[in-house]
């Protein structure tokens, strides 16, 4: 069994200041200052002229507040499980010159209207989807989304299809874990990703992300984490 949606909201309400550093990013994901910035870099070439970012499974709003480094963003969209993550990511963003608008939903019941995007970063969220055809579902409601030109960023947990790579890769992030505040926080980390986490592959994401329209590729991966850019043409 794993977690309900309930029971992810309520971890995520009482874990804000995890997500609330942009030097540092979430350290329990590996290059996560790294690829705040390569995402951001990234996007600002595939759209340039972008002014409307909707940042799903916004957090604390480290994404949008480094994609407001790089656009003049008039428009950012928080949309976050946690009542608590989209408040301090709101308080956060206020920095910014966007117009800010918070919703407080599961992305699987998102609706964005068709067209009405230009960005679009999905970071540590996907995750949490279950079946295949809600990944399905979820990327075609995203190309949606998107005006033509638009973009899809995404910065997630992966797993991995042969199962010699997962064990290798499982027990190399396991050792980052403990590298940074011992074993107890690595069986921690290890415990809500098995009772609340779907991850899936690349070739997983690469798959649905072309069958949804989209022109996809990877930016960067490292162990169990992966960044990959989706392009609307």
């Known amino acids: 069994m794993k977690a309900s949606v309930d029971e992810i909201?309520?971890?995520?309400?009482?874990?804000?200041e995890r997500f609330s550093n942009l030097e540092t990013g979430q350290i329990a994901t590996q290059d996560a200052a790294l690829v705040l910035e390569m995402i951001a870099a990234s996007a600002k070439r595939v759209t340039p002229d972008a002014t409307r970012l909707l940042d799903l499974g916004c957090g604390a709003g480290n994404f949008s507040l480094k994609f407001s480094q790089f656009f003049e963003l008039s428009n950012i969209t928080l949309v976050d499980l946690s009542a608590n993550m989209l408040d301090r990511a709101?308080?956060?963003?206020?920095?910014?010159?966007a117009e800010l608008r918070a919703i407080q939903t599961d992305i699987r019941d998102l609706d964005?209207?068709?067209?009405?995007?230009?960005?679009?970063?999905a970071a540590a969220v996907l995750h949490h989807l279950r079946a295949e055809v809600e990944w399905a579902s979820v990327f075609r409601q995203l190309y949606k989304a998107l005006r033509p030109g638009g973009s899809l960023w995404i910065w997630d947990l992966v797993a991995h299809d042969i199962p010699g790579v997962q064990a290798e890769m499982w027990e190399r992030y396991g050792a980052y874990l403990a590298s940074l505040?011992?074993?107890?926080?690595?069986?921690?980390?290890?415990?809500?990703?098995?009772?609340?986490?779907?991850?899936?592959?690349?070739?997983f994401q690469l798959h649905h992300l072309r069958a949804a329209g989209f022109q996809a590729d990877v930016l960067h991966k490292n162990g169990c984490f992966a960044a990959i850019g989706a392009y609307r043409s």
Not at 90 to 97: A, D, H, I, P
Not at 112 to 121: A, Y
Not at 181 to 203: I, M, N, Q, T, W
């Open 9 to 16: 909201r309520e971890r995520f309400d009482n874990d804000v």
């Open 90 to 97: 709101m308080e956060r963003c206020k920095s910014t010159l």
């Open 112 to 121: 964005p209207e068709p067209g009405s995007q230009d960005l679009i970063v």
């Open 181 to 203: 505040k011992g074993d107890e926080y690595r069986e921690k980390v290890f415990a809500y990703v098995e009772y609340e986490d779907s991850p899936r592959s690349v070739a």
